[in-house]
């Protein structure tokens, strides 16, 4: 397959399971780019990683010498697709109206939120990566959002399938432990968990938090939890996050940050590999590891 095409194809299942309610094929991700080959290359064996940095393109290059290579894929930005990430954050204020926030409230926000992460994003050197694939002349790629939509929908049919609201918030991390990628990080000690709340108690109405770029805006989880929200299911949640949820009496299960995003990225690779009728051969790095379904 060539690059560009499996680009497309991956931006194209993002769409698809975007938690937007707009016109699918106006869905673009600022968060996920070629970041540096020729697009017309062709595309068999690929190195993915959650995090690609210049020791992890080093590392490619060596699988390269050693027995060919011709992509390397990262979930988390880096590049322009780095500098681009607020501008996924837009789909963040349809979850919040999806959970019964108003309109107007979740736009003023995640606005508010968004002009934060871009003005956090805008000093850091981005290119750095990038320059060493240049370098090395080693074509990367990165998916992040397109990935993340898939954890959010994948968790979505999950949840709706075997939860009911009166399922404790141990059920719910029980739920979640029937999928594979967590299984695996229990093995090392990173599963999913209650980190909030009374794991007897009802999880009530869920909302997840598994896309949108970054973590959503502190302030949101009091209007949340107005809206009937009881429990946030988050890929993670930073320490100022962990108290506003707690003022806010929300309870929170952690379902994992590098087991949500392998998740991501498997759902992501089976979707093209399916829909295309062509096999990748992967070599796992950088907290990633292949689960193939189906
Ligand atoms: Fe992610
Ligand atoms: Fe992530």
Do not use: W
Request: proline share 4%; net charge positive.
């Amino acid at each position: 397959m060539k690059l560009l095409d499996f680009y497309n194809q991956a931006v194209c299942c993002g769409a698809a399971a975007d938690p937007r309610r707009k016109d699918k094929r106006k869905i673009s991700f600022s968060d996920s780019a070629i970041l540096y080959g020729d697009p017309k290359l062709q595309v068999k064996k690929i190195m993915v990683g959650i995090d690609i940095e210049v020791g992890d393109l080093l590392l490619a290059d060596r699988v390269r010498q050693r027995e060919g290579l011709d992509l390397v894929l990262a979930h988390h930005p880096e590049g322009k697709a780095y500098a681009g990430l607020y501008k996924v954050m837009e789909l963040q204020k349809d979850l919040l109206e999806q959970a019964g926030v108003k309109k107007e409230s979740a736009a003023k926000l995640i606005d508010d939120r968004i002009f934060e992460v871009e003005r956090g994003v805008l000093p850091q050197n981005h290119t750095r990566p990038v320059d060493a694939a240049r370098i090395l002349d080693l074509p990367f790629m990165n998916l992040h959002t397109p990935a993340d939509n898939q954890v959010h929908r994948y968790l979505e049919d999950t949840f709706k399938k075997n939860i009911s609201r009166k399922c404790s918030l141990e059920g719910v991390v029980k739920a979640l432990n029937t999928i594979e990628e967590y299984r695996i990080a229990g093995r090392f000690d990173t599963g999913p968990r209650v980190i909030l709340g009374n794991p007897k108690r009802p999880a009530g109405k869920i909302m997840l938090e598994m896309t949108g770029g970054t973590e959503g805006p502190k302030d949101a989880f009091e209007k949340i939890y107005r809206a009937g929200i009881r429990t946030l299911v988050s890929m993670h949640l930073s320490e100022g996050h962990l108290k506003k949820a707690r003022e806010a009496n929300l309870n929170v299960v952690i379902a994992g940050h590098i087991s949500s995003d392998t998740l991501g990225l498997n759902l992501l690779l089976d979707k093209i590999e399916k829909q295309s009728g062509e096999e990748f051969e992967i070599i796992s790095c950088s907290g990633f590891q292949r689960v193939k379904r189906g």
